[in-house]
């Protein structure tokens, strides 16, 4: 079993270190918390068994990962690879992955550091979002695998089996494009969603009132936070752009055919887009 060190006690990290001890990978679960509120709360929680400073659990540990904010996920990481024992293996959780690959390419322990993404969460945060089984069934997604030492690969490889994961293999690029088709517009549909509904209930307040399942599915992930998720947006900015474009222009036809009566083509339209059913079984 390992010692694990996680830089980040929410939702992710929390439920990482739950998980992890429960399930025998770790011997150990070390804790660094942004503030004394979130340490005294992991720690209350059992999200960890201690929480030490950052250059501690760092030093101490066999395994590091990284489950903060993406707007110090690159220099967490470089200082992580400075401070860590050549053996150790780093991994981050992170929703972008371009521009952490490339940050630190040039490394002398480069190879330690197994670039991974996590597909799972919900629209809430904090240690008190964290709890078990978070990641059974979902996948997890390893990043240019053959940049990162054999040993390395494996050892991630093994977490995230024992997390119940499904593994899948891309380079950075490609996730970054993926992720922004499948995670990043899909938040980004739900806010402006949820932003609309809201400025049209300021004059007809029996809009909420009706709101049924299929509204508060879809509105679900502008309940997410805006600190996170404005960051995301700004680290994978070129690709969102991309895939919204042919978002925005799928939706304007569908508002063209509907003003032109063609429900024939809305039916057929729809009846494409049902194959999604074929793929999210």
């Known amino acids: 079993m390992k010692r694990v060190a996680i830089l980040g006690m ?146 991630i490889e093994e977490m995230y089996r024992v997390l119940g994961m499904k593994l899948l293999y891309m380079d950075a690029v490609a996730h970054d494009l993926h992720a922004a088709y499948v995670s990043h517009v899909s938040h980004i549909t739900s806010f402006v969603l949820g932003a609309t509904v809201l400025e049209k209930e300021k004059s007809e307040k029996a809009i909420l009132t009706m709101a049924g399942g299929g509204f508060e599915s879809t509105v679900r992930l502008a309940k997410s936070s805006p600190e996170m998720w404005s960051q995301i947006f700004e680290q994978n900015g070129q690709n969102i752009v991309e895939v919204l474009d042919t978002y925005i222009d799928k939706i304007t036809t569908f508002r063209d055919k509907i003003k032109e009566g063609d429900y024939e083509y809305l039916k057929q339209f729809m009846g494409a887009a049902n194959d999604i059913k074929r793929i999210l079984k």
């Open 10 to 155: 929410g939702l992710i990290g929390g439920s990482v270190g739950i998980d992890l001890k429960k399930r025998g990978f770790a011997s150990e679960i070390i804790g660094v918390g942004r503030s004394q509120a979130n340490i005294d709360r992991a720690l209350e929680l059992g999200l960890a068994d201690k929480m030490l400073s950052k250059e501690e659990a760092v030093k101490n540990a066999d395994v590091i990962i990284l489950a903060v904010p993406v707007n110090i996920l690159i220099e967490e990481l470089k200082y992580v690879l400075d401070t860590m024992r050549p053996d150790a293996v780093v991994t981050d959780m992170g929703s972008t992955k371009s521009k952490m690959v490339d940050a630190v390419k040039s490394h002398p322990l480069r190879k330690r550091y197994v670039a991974s993404h996590p597909m799972a969460g919900t629209e809430f945060s904090g240690p008190n979002a964290a709890f078990s089984g978070l990641f059974d069934g979902k996948v997890a997604i390893i990043c240019d695998k053959k940049n990162s030492d054999e040993d390395a690969v494996e050892l």
